[in-house]
């Protein structure tokens, strides 16, 4: 079940908390067990495996996203990147604006540590914590922006959303970029049978480890049993989950929301 408070319960709808209800109780188990086991032996071909899975494309959308936040962020700007793996964002970021203040929470110690060195070799500071993207260990209003790339599907999204927009500042930014439900089933067919398929060769390819293995079909259920872009954007625009600022953008199914909020907000902007 989910721990929503009843404040919550009354401004998101039942559709959500039922559909949040069936994630968590067909996923919690490998959300728990499995995927901290998965992210321990793919920091060593975590980029490799991307661009074998996305046929190249994986590189182009994280560059895209990166110029896309940076375009909205003043110099100095204090960032939260939630599952930030091998810091592939905040690398981005920093490569653009050196002054950026960035900050990390990612679930897996393997993929911190390779991010981290990835930071020390070009001589770049990123203030990483090992944590659950659920909790997150900073308090109220302390970001300008917050990202999230490519690990939606493996949250409690309610649950998340209502951190990020915790830990956001007033007027701050919510930045998302992931594959999400496609919104025709035409397209959905073919795109899971791909994404089946995609994961498993690379696995194979790369040699991942029988936990991976067994995650080969999950990674397509996680995206058939998660959001359509309207319905992401709906949730977004619920004040129990809302931010002030939010783009969502997914590389496969572009869309961008944007919402009024109980927070003062500086400017609409839409980065996709
Ligand atoms: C596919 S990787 C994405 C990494 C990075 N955002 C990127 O764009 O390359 C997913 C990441 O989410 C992290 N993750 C999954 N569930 C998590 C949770 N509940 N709390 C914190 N991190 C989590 C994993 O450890 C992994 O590093």
């Known amino acids: 079940m989910l721990e929503a408070s009843e404040a919550s319960r009354m401004s998101i709808s039942e559709d959500f908390l039922k559909r949040e209800d ?9 959300w728990s067990t ?67 203040d960035i900050h990390t929470v990612d679930g897996s110690v393997h993929m911190t540590a390779e991010g981290q060195r990835r930071a020390r070799e070009r001589d770049l500071k990123i203030d990483a914590r090992v944590c659950d993207a659920h909790v997150l260990p900073f308090p109220d209003n302390s970001f300008d922006a917050v990202t999230l790339q490519f690990a939606s599907r493996h949250l409690e999204i309610i649950k998340a959303f209502k951190e990020i927009n915790r830990v956001l500042k007033p007027g701050g930014i919510f930045c998302h970029n992931d594959m ?70 997914s590389p496969v199914l572009c869309r961008t929301t944007s919402r009024a909020s109980r927070r003062p907000r500086t400017k609409m902007a839409w980065l996709f």
């Not at 069936?22 to 490998?30: G, K």
Request: aromatic residues 12%; charged residues 20%.
């Open 180 to 249: 999400l439900r496609p919104a025709s089933r035409v397209v959905e067919l073919p795109y899971l049978a791909f994404l089946r398929f995609s994961v498993w060769f690379t696995a194979k390819l790369f040699g991942s480890s029988a936990e991976s293995m067994k995650c080969v079909g999950y990674f397509a259920d996680a995206i058939r049993h998660f959001y359509k872009p309207q319905e992401l954007t709906e949730l977004l625009k619920s004040p129990a989950s809302s931010t002030s600022k939010t783009a969502a953008f």
């Open 34 to 100: 499995l995927i901290p086991e998965v992210f321990r032996d793919v920091p060593t071909y975590y980029d490799r495996g991307n661009a074998v899975a996305s046929l190249g494309s994986c590189s182009r959308w994280s560059a895209t996203f990166a110029n896309a936040i940076h375009a909205h962020l003043p110099p100095g700007a204090k960032i939260l990147d939630v599952c930030s793996g091998t810091h592939d964002i905040p690398l981005r970021l920093l490569a653009l604006d050196p002054t950026l």
């Open 22 to 30: 069936l994630r968590s109780h067909l996923f919690r188990e490998t």
